[in-house]
């Protein structure tokens, strides 16, 4: 992350609460560091998007951002744009990375692909303690060649 996104909040609790988001994307999510975000979630955490059959805790997480990195060793968000209020955070980045190795149902390709994400994370004692997420998957797919 080179520079930092705009931050829209509604009072300091919630400036908090998105600079708890604006840590996990510098400190995990741009830099393909899928261990530390153990760090960030809060004992109880959901994921509300962990495909089926996974774990929805932390360790789901942790799968699912390495799974992501093993097929895109250079793949990292650029966070944009974040919105809080409460102890809900909003957020939109962008991810870029090239595939390299297996992902889903493709193989390498050696493209590159840039996506959008739209997150969603509910923070609670300063962890992140839920999540929800968006993104073009099938732009993802049409950048792949699959779609």
Not at 3 to 24: M, T
Not at 43 to 67: E, N, R, S, Y
Request: glycine fraction near 12%; avoid cysteine; aromatic fraction near 10%.
């Amino acid at each position: 992350m080179t520079e930092k996104p705009q931050i829209l909040a509604d009072s300091a609790a919630a400036v908090l609460n998105a600079h708890v988001v604006v840590r996990f994307f510098a400190e995990v999510l741009a830099t393909g560091d899928a261990a530390r975000a153990a760090g960030f979630l809060s004992g109880d955490f959901v994921d509300h998007d962990a495909a089926p059959g996974a774990a929805t805790g932390a360790d789901g997480v942790i799968q699912k951002l390495a799974a992501l990195w093993h097929a895109f060793p250079d793949g990292r968000f650029t966070l944009e744009r974040v919105i809080a209020a409460g102890d809900s955070v909003a957020a939109r980045s962008v991810f870029t990375g090239t595939q390299r190795g297996h992902f889903g149902p493709l193989a390498a390709t050696g493209r590159p692909v840039s996506v959008s994400f739209s997150d969603w994370y509910r923070i609670a004692n300063g962890k992140i303690a839920e999540h929800w997420h968006n993104f073009d998957e099938a732009g993802l797919m049409r950048q792949l060649g699959g779609g």
